[in-house]
């Protein structure tokens, strides 16, 4: 069985740029989230997705950041225009509906540096 | 709102020797789970912990957890180099289908 899949692994861009982040899900996943996590903080929750619907979206940033899951499969999360501090690793996890945060499964991440 | 504290955040031993990680949080949770990051790799779950007193073991680790302290801990006994890796805890807030990490571990085992 796949993993949870996350593309690109890396991505440089300059301050003002536009970046799309994939999300991959184990098949068969209903619920899909983001966190991220910023200069070696803490992971911090940004949405949750169940199905193709937002869930709880109570730690997205700002409205620079428009996540989205068409059909209820992968699920993209776009920065415009992207800022300094928005530098960090975002991950995607998934879960079965029923097992929701107990059995999560994370992606790799995705490095992103704005400069 | 929940917060989750972990110490230290660093930690660099030798091989063979035994150490703590703490995890303390805010507020009632219902679960306390551990995670180990190698670099550029995905979080893998080790540990879920549900009820107070509870303890896991899985080969040179085990955790523990008492919810009237707010306090997790996470044991190593031998350490070898193999268990250097970032280790996170977190807890999940009560009714919301989310996670509170703490800012997590950075363990560096030398042969």
């Known amino acids: 069985e796949a993993g949870v899949t996350q593309f690109p692994s890396h991505s440089v861009i300059e301050k003002g740029q536009t970046v799309t982040l994939r999300c991959d899900p184990i098949?068969?996943?209903?619920?899909l989230y983001w966190y991220r996590r910023v200069m070696g903080k803490e992971i911090k929750f940004l949405l949750h997705?169940?199905?193709?619907?937002?869930?709880?979206e109570s730690g997205m940033p700002n409205n620079r950041f428009l996540a989205e899951r068409t059909g209820g499969t992968y699920s993209t999360l776009k920065v415009q225009p992207a800022e300094l501090e928005d530098s960090g690793v975002y991950f995607c996890?998934?879960?079965?509906?029923?097992?929701?945060?107990?059995?999560?499964?994370f992606g790799s991440g995705t490095q992103l540096s704005v400069l | 709102e929940l917060k989750v504290e972990q110490n230290p955040l660093f930690l660099s031993m030798q091989e063979g020797k035994n150490y703590t990680i703490y995890c303390n949080y805010s507020?009632?949770?219902?679960?306390l789970y551990w995670y180990r990051q190698d670099p550029g790799k995905s979080l893998e779950s080790l540990f879920v912990?549900?009820?107070?007193?509870a303890v896991k073991q899985e080969g040179r680790l085990m955790a523990s957890l008492d919810t009237k302290a707010r306090l997790s801990t996470l044991h190593i006994t031998a350490a070898v180099h193999d268990l250097s890796a970032t280790y996170f805890c977190?807890?999940?807030?009560?009714?919301?289908?989310?996670?509170?990490f703490g800012q997590g571990t950075r363990l560096t085992i030398n042969p």
């Open positions: 996890a998934s879960s079965r509906g029923r097992e929701a945060v107990e059995k999560l499964f």
């Open positions: 098949s068969g996943h209903d619920n």
């Open positions: 997705f169940v199905k193709e619907s937002k869930q709880d």
């Open positions: 507020t009632t949770s219902d679960r």
């Open positions: 912990l549900l009820s107070n007193g």
């Open positions: 977190a807890v999940d807030s009560r009714g919301a289908q989310k996670l509170v």
